[in-house]
């Protein structure tokens, strides 16, 4: 199973927190980013994701791996949606597990800074003004 998705539609936190459950685990560590209704000082009333899904999510898979080898984690996700969300919709989710709480939070931190500025994921802003613009990374 792919430990970085794209997903069209909401997603359940909770049964992807499950993918990292393992008797192993002592800490885990989750962040989720969600749609404000705001940006650099103008109303947001929704946005649409769009990404190049092959090259997406081959990019987070090598993340998801560099966090693996370069933190002392058991596993880690990440999910990041497309298409259009409303204001306060889910659109990004990451979990780390790991023996200990200190990696797991610096692999989580890790991993949602790369996501943004290495994957090929565009943010299209509709503004409550009328007009829109495209963001990269998806802030």
């Known amino acids: 199973m792919a430990r970085f998705r794209l997903s069209e539609i909401p997603f359940d936190v909770a049964a992807l927190r499950a993918e990292l459950l393992d008797a192993r685990v002592g800490g885990y560590a989750s962040f989720e980013g969600w749609v404000r209704d705001h940006n650099d000082g103008r109303a947001v009333t929704g946005l649409r994701y769009e990404a190049y899904a092959?090259?997406?999510?081959?990019?987070g898979e090598r993340i998801l791996d560099e966090a693996c080898s370069r933190f002392d984690i058991l596993?880690?996700?990440?999910?990041?949606?497309?298409?259009?969300?409303?204001?306060?919709?889910?659109?990004?989710w990451v979990g780390v597990s790991a023996a200990h709480r200190d990696a797991a939070f610096a692999a989580c931190r890790f991993v949602i800074d790369e996501v943004k500025s290495r994957v090929p994921i565009w943010k299209h802003e509709r503004y409550a003004e009328g007009d829109a613009g495209w963001l990269h990374p998806s802030d």
């Open 54 to 59: 092959a090259m997406a999510e081959a990019e």
């Open 75 to 92: 596993d880690a996700r990440c999910v990041h949606r497309t298409g259009d969300l409303a204001i306060g919709e889910l659109a990004v």
